[in-house]
């Protein structure tokens, strides 16, 4: 495994390493550079992200270009109708000792034991399988039977969602979609991004990739992240921006009246600490008002519950995130 040289400097080692990232992901992803750079930003958070795209726009590829350049372990699974939580999380068996003909139990670890899952339609299997990956999310942990399992540290769920197609599929519940650090949406690539894509055919490089980091290098970094100020006056916005949300205590209009249920707690902390990895990113020493409003929709948007009006003038998430942005001062004035 190859590895980037490793500056003294935070902020010149979250570089160099970025760069070193976005050179092993171009050799198979062509364009998407928005999209690589949340998914980045939620690994450096410790977070989890749904990507929400039509078929065939590069989120399986993006996922496993992704793990082979940071070292990582990746398992895919196909979310159907019929997949059960066993599937996922593994379960127990008996085996029998050849030597004393007694039966003892051992675990048969499932795809979930990796550093990255890959969901893949994970809205096409029923609650009660969605809900197994509510504790790994939440504790980096998985029960199985009378026993809790550690997952490997870093430990990232990436869920695809096709956001055309809802027939036949189980609407996660929102207690889950808040366990998601990010929801990202994966657009068409330009016409010339296409272009490159029809005649290179570049996933086919997907064997070419070098790992340019290993699991330790991610967790320093990781803790860096965690240690960028932030002043009191940004962390306030970002608090507002969520609040505002809320149809108890939201007052902007074109906002609240769409909304069923706002954003919890959680946004906030997620806005905040995002900001904190996008300063880092971009080689600030702190959080800018700019980190915050660049954010607030990959973090907001699946964290709104509409009402029936707004599926009745078709107003979306990111609509009103735009209104919220445009009318939410900065300041508290």
Do not use: W
Request: hydrophobic fraction near 45%.
């Amino acid at each position: 495994m190859s590895t980037t040289s490793t500056p003294s400097d935070p902020v010149a080692r979250l570089s160099a390493a970025r760069e070193a990232l976005r050179n092993e992901l171009k050799k198979c992803i062509v364009g998407q550079e928005d999209t690589a750079e949340l998914l980045l930003l939620t690994l450096l958070c410790r977070g989890h992200a749904l990507l929400l795209g039509v078929p065939g726009v590069g989120k399986t590829l993006m996922s496993a270009t992704l793990a082979k350049a940071l070292h990582l372990e990746f398992h895919r699974v196909q979310f159907t109708p019929d997949l059960m939580p066993g599937d996922i999380t593994g379960t127990e068996v008996l085996e029998e000792d050849p030597a004393t003909g007694r039966y003892r139990r051992i675990v048969m670890q499932g795809p979930l034991f990796a550093n990255v899952l890959l969901a893949d339609e994970i809205n096409r299997t029923p609650p009660k399988t969605q809900a197994a990956l509510l504790q790994a999310m939440q504790e980096g942990e998985v029960t199985i039977g009378r026993e809790t399992h550690k997952l490997p540290s870093p430990f990232l769920v990436l869920a695809t969602q096709n956001p055309i197609e809802m027939e036949g599929t189980y609407p996660l519940p929102e207690a889950q979609l808040d366990r998601f650090f990010f929801c990202i949406r994966v657009e068409y690539p330009s016409l010339e991004d296409e272009l490159s894509i029809a005649l290179n055919a570049p996933g086919n490089a997907l064997s070419t990739v070098n790992a340019v980091l290993d699991a330790e290098a991610l967790h320093a970094l990781q803790k860096t992240v965690q240690a960028v100020p932030i002043a009191t006056d940004v962390g306030r916005y970002a608090v507002r921006l969520v609040s505002a949300t809320r149809p108890q205590s939201g007052s902007v209009a074109g906002v609240t009246e769409f909304i069923e249920c706002g954003a919890s707690p959680r946004a906030s902390q997620a806005l905040v600490l995002a900001g904190k990895a996008r300063a880092h990113l971009n080689g600030r020493a702190h959080v800018d008002f700019a980190d915050i409003r660049a954010l607030a929709p990959a973090v907001l948007r699946h964290r709104l519950v509409l009402n029936f009006r707004a599926r009745a003038e078709k107003t979306d998430a990111d609509a009103i995130i735009a209104r919220l942005l445009a009318h939410v001062p900065q300041d508290n004035a």
